[in-house]
Nanobody, 121 residues
Framework: VQLQASGGGLVQAGGSLRLSCAASGFTSDYYATGWFRQAPGKEREGISCITTTGGPTWYADSVKGRFTMSRDAAKNTVYLQMNSLKPEDTAVYYC???????????????WGQGTQVTVSS
């Protein structure tokens, strides 16, 4: 299984970015994908999660109302649309996935590489 994350960058506060995470190699159609982030000196934080079964998308309170996670089943890709970005959103963002799991993603079997998001004030 491979997860390929992309889309990070530098943006001013109030701006937007969209992250992508393309999955390949899953032998099952049923899995959950989550986005996590880790800021310098802080613990990794789960921020959103979506399943392939169409259940409700989960968001951490810190991003609820600003970030939207979606999924393109045909491309096996999930997206994280990040709006109204704040300097405190600066972190390395990772996607992770686990077969036969629900949201929030409390167990992470597979990880993508991180992508840096930097929000300037």
């Amino acid at each position: 299984v491979q997860l390929q994350a992309s889309g990070g960058g530098l943006v001013q506060a109030g701006g937007s970015l969209r992250l992508s995470c393309a999955a390949s190699g899953f032998t099952s159609d049923y899995y959950a994908t989550g986005w996590f982030r880790q800021a310098p000196g802080k613990e990794r934080e789960g921020i959103s999660c979506i399943t392939t079964t169409g259940g409700p998308t989960w968001y951490a309170d810190s991003v609820k109302g600003r970030f939207t996670m979606s999924r393109d089943a045909a491309k096996n890709t999930v997206y994280l649309q990040m709006n109204s970005l704040k300097p405190e959103d600066t972190a390395v963002y990772y996607c992770a996935a686990t077969p036969f799991f629900a949201c929030p993603l409390l167990v992470t079997d597979y990880w993508g590489q991180g992508t840096q998001v930097t929000v300037s004030s």
